[in-house]
């Protein structure tokens, strides 16, 4: 049956994906690593000392530690870059009026949970009706921030399908917007993306796709997979091809992609509903 509610709920049998248990040597970068943070955390009489605090837990650190290979020099490079980036663009205190014009359209909306109780996030580039500019990195950033906030305890990152459907080459995004998107996440959200799931890849992304990846670390990279929903024997001769119900439940998928699903995006009743769960209403 149709509905108009989204799926903020994730599923009560999900299996969280644990990190690896870390070593001796490993504890022992993690407390100089921790020990370099305070140092560089907004001091204590700055009214905004106790959000960033709050924000570098030890599963941040950590997460930070992974993607730089636990190599210190480059762990604290990253998150001291990160820290200025949160400062001055203050991802978690975006109004949701700012961003509101970008996602009229349900271009971008997070709906359901993958089998390990990661939140997904749809991103349909065939109904973008904005130009290119700032405010579509910054709704992105936003509803990126909204997934954590919905994040189940012991789930760190969030499943992306990316959905060309009737995007032509006129109206998708810029190479400049996903040059900056890809930089934002690969930059500040470490370890945050599971998976990107391509779903029907036009002609002209592939060239696309093409210019895009000198800009894409590797690690993010070989997170991005393949969708074909006509063709599911490509996954057998291609590790880039997936089927995307190995991923995703019946009931926590969009029935466009196979799942159950029957959601109709409606602006009013998706952002109040939205709002209200992550505490922004």
């Not at 399908?161 to 470490?190: N, Q, T, W």
């Not at 800009?215 to 990279?221: A, H, L, N, R, S």
């Not at 074909?228 to 089927?243: G, M, R, Y």
């Amino acid at each position: 049956m149709p509905t108009n509610i989204p799926n903020f709920i994730p599923p009560e049998n999900f299996t969280p994906i644990f990190s690896p248990e870390v070593s001796v040597e490993q504890k022992e970068v993690f407390t100089e690593f921790s020990n370099y943070v305070n140092t560089i955390l907004l001091p204590e009489e700055d009214p905004h000392h106790q959000v960033e605090r709050s924000w570098v837990t030890d599963a941040c650190l950590k997460r930070y530690l992974r993607a730089s290979k636990w190599h210190l020099p480059e762990a604290r490079a990253r998150i001291k870059y990160t820290l200025e980036w949160r400062r001055d663009y203050k991802p978690a205190d975006i109004e949701p009026e700012r961003v509101e014009p970008e996602v009229v359209t349900g271009k971008i909306h997070i709906n359901g949970f993958d089998k390990h109780g990661r939140p997904i996030i749809y991103l349909r580039p065939g109904l973008e009706n904005t130009k290119a500019g700032p405010r579509q990195v910054l709704a992105v950033v936003f509803m990126f921030e909204s997934a954590i906030k919905l994040m189940p305890e012991d789930v760190e990152n969030t499943v992306i399908v990316i959905d060309f459907h009737e995007c032509s080459a006129r109206r998708s995004p810029g190479l400049g917007i996903a040059k900056e998107f890809m930089h934002v996440l690969g930059s500040h959200y470490p370890e945050r993306l599971a998976m990107a799931l391509i779903v029907n890849a036009p002609w002209y992304f592939w060239g696309f796709f093409k210019l895009i990846s000198p800009f894409i670390d590797p690690v993010t990279k070989n997170k991005i997979k393949f969708v074909d929903l006509e063709n599911s024997d490509k996954t057998k001769s291609n590790p880039e091809w997936i089927n995307i119900l190995d991923s995703i439940d019946k009931d926590q998928l969009e029935s466009e992609y196979g799942g159950n699903q029957e959601f109709v995006y409606n602006h009013e009743i998706y952002w109040d509903t939205l709002l209200k769960k992550i505490d922004k209403k």
